[in-house]
């Protein structure tokens, strides 16, 4: 058990012949109890900041691991949330890659008729061509033929009985 100022205080020494002087001995224990008073008091002080300090650095080992579990889980969902955007990302190249597929199909599908279109036109214009060029010759044959002479032979006829009837 260690000893208090009290028990310095209280200790009373025997007398002997030729001892110490009694008044030094009592100045310089009076001394001693004031300088372990002041040691008492420095190290509870220092044992209150002590606790102080643990205290504290306990909440900062709370502090730095609610930081560690933050960063943590915080990495954890960048990680997710990276990994989600490229899993959309994807879909969204396959969904447009499907899309592409679809108008290059469509694209390919209507130049092909429209290329039927234009030939179906072409022969069509090609057959209109030969009939107008065909009726035309023959338009021409007939005006280059004598035949014509009859017809106006045959009108002035007409046109004389038609005269003669209206009078």
């Known amino acids: 058990m260690p000893l208090s100022p009290l028990d310095i205080h209280n200790k009373e020494f025997g007398r002997s ?12 224990l009076e001394r001693v109890i004031q300088d372990y008073e002041g040691m008492i008091r420095a190290n509870k002080d220092l044992e209150e900041r002590m606790e102080q300090m643990q205290e504290r650095l306990r909440h900062f080992t709370n502090i730095e691991e609610s930081l560690s579990k933050s ?19 994807q879909l969204i190249i396959k969904e447009a890659e499907k899309n592409a597929d679809r108008i290059v199909s469509e694209a390919l599908q209507k130049s092909r008729k429209m290329a039927l279109e234009v030939e179906e ?5 090609a057959i209109f061509r030969a009939r107008f060029r065909s009726l035309i ?6 005006l280059e033929s004598g035949d014509w002479k009859h017809f106006d032979d045959d009108a002035h006829q007409v046109d004389l009985q038609f005269r003669q009837a209206s009078s």
């Open 17 to 28: 012949f030729r001892g110490y002087a009694e008044d030094e001995v009592d100045d310089f």
């Open 71 to 89: 960063i943590i889980v915080a990495q954890e969902t960048a990680e997710e949330v990276k990994n989600n955007a490229k899993k959309e990302a």
């Open 121 to 125: 036109i072409q022969k069509h214009a």
């Open 137 to 142: 010759q023959a338009q021409l044959e007939l």
